[in-house]
Structures are given as C-alpha cells and as structure tokens.
C-alpha cells in the first residue's frame, strides 16, 4: 500500500473489513454452534441475523470500493509523480519498492527517467557528490542476466546523456496501472461473483433449516408440558416437525373429546330369552 498514498489502512471500509473477518473468523461460527447444541431459539435467530447483516455489509463494502477504484485510476500518475518527486530518497521503505519495480518491470519514472530530473533524490545526489553527473537510480538501468546478484550492463549507464540505450526509457505508470486493474478484476470476481454468492445460497439454506430447528424445539417443549401423550424418545420423535406438529394435535384432540365413564360397571343386558306364546289346550 506504499505505492498507493490515497489507500489508507485506517480507512472505515477496512475497519469494518476487519470487523467482519474478526466475525466470522470464529464469534458467529461460536454462536450458531451453541444455539444448536442448547436447542436456543434466540441464539440461532440471532447467528441468522448476523450472517444477513455482513452479506449487506459486503455488498455496500464492494459498492463503495468500486467508486474508490475509479478515484484511484483517474489520480493515479499525479500521486505517483508527486511521491516519485518527494519521497524517493527520502522514505526507505518507498524507494526500495519503486527500485524493486523498475528491476523486474524494466521501466524508469513514472512517464520516463526525466521523472528524476526534478526529485528531491536528485538534489541530494548532487549535493552529496557535486562531482558526478547521475541523472537516474541505478534501478533504471538495464541488467547483465546473471542467477545471483544482476548488474548493470554499464557503470555509466546513469548518466543517460551519454547512454541512454543503456536504461529504461519507458515509466512504470501502465505498469502499476495494469497491477491495479487485475488486482480489481480478482477482487470483484472472488468477492460478488463467487463469495457473495455463496453466502447468499448458504443463508436461504441456513434459513429453511433454523425454522425446522425452531419447530422441532417447540413441539419437544410441548411434549415436556404432556409427559402422557408421546414418548419423546421414541421412533415417532425422529419425524419432520410439521409431521410431529400435526400427529400431537390429534392426539389432544382426541384426548379432550373422549367422554368420561359413567361409573357404572353394570350394563343393562338385552333380554335374551324369547317371549313364549302361552298355548292352551284345546
């Protein structure tokens, strides 16, 4: 991010870009297994919640990045030139990189190796060593292929006056720019085509399976309230919950609607015995 001073790592985008990897790095994850476990309704809608809550967080995060990219492609060769011309020298950690770029993309400057020709680098150069006539970093200069330590094909190759067949002559601008823009490209795939897609087929699935959870947990709850009606370990309970949800209500029903018994273990008994014809005589 050196490269780049627009970038800042305290930015609130990457603030809550860490907040969301600290999330779901291990808290959300912790949540959802505890919800599960105790069989907790709240805690599963909670988990739920949270997941819903950072796929929008995501997605205004990519929103506002894609607009931060086009700030960044439209000021990016004035921000280079301006840290080419103040920092290069002066910031270790800026000039080993910029050296570092020039040595394995073979260009010079932002535009070209006149980029030097105004740089605070420069006029130190010159006031340390008044007698040389260094126009260019070494980093600029074309290397001899070597397997170890790549030198320049010409000590005086930096005085580019002289020879300047010997350096570099394109600036590094279309190369940092192309680095950005496939930086972006993998960024956008990876992150709208792929994970947020993901996460968005895992929070319908995740979803559906809550509320079979949650409907599971308030038939068991019912069952503890009725010890009488169905026994909660047997092969009945391992049914879906709406399953389960439907068979219980039958029961009640039909628990509330038998009538009581009378008390009376004596029934009247239909009268068996045919009525005999009285037959006289004649």
Known sequence: MSLFPSIDLRHPSLLYAYLALSLQGGILQAIGCIGAIRMNERLLNVYWTLMLLLLFGDVVLGVV???RFHYLSGHLKEELRTRLGEQYGIDPEFQMLWDRLQNEQGCCGVDGPKDFGSSEWLKKERQDFPQHRQLVPRSCCKLRPSLREPEPLNITCVETDRNPSLIHLPGCYEAVH???????DVL???GFCVIAFLKLCFLGILRYEIREMIQKIKVLRDMSESPGLMDPTGPASLLPGPA???KLRRQRSSTEQKPPPNGNN??????SSPTKKNSSPE
């Open 188 to 190: 956008c795939v990876l």
């Open 65 to 67: 990045w894609l607009f």
């Open 266 to 271: 004596n029934e009247a008994e239909p009268s």
């Open 178 to 184: 192309r680095w950005l823009q496939h930086a972006a």
């Open 244 to 246: 389960m949800a439907a």
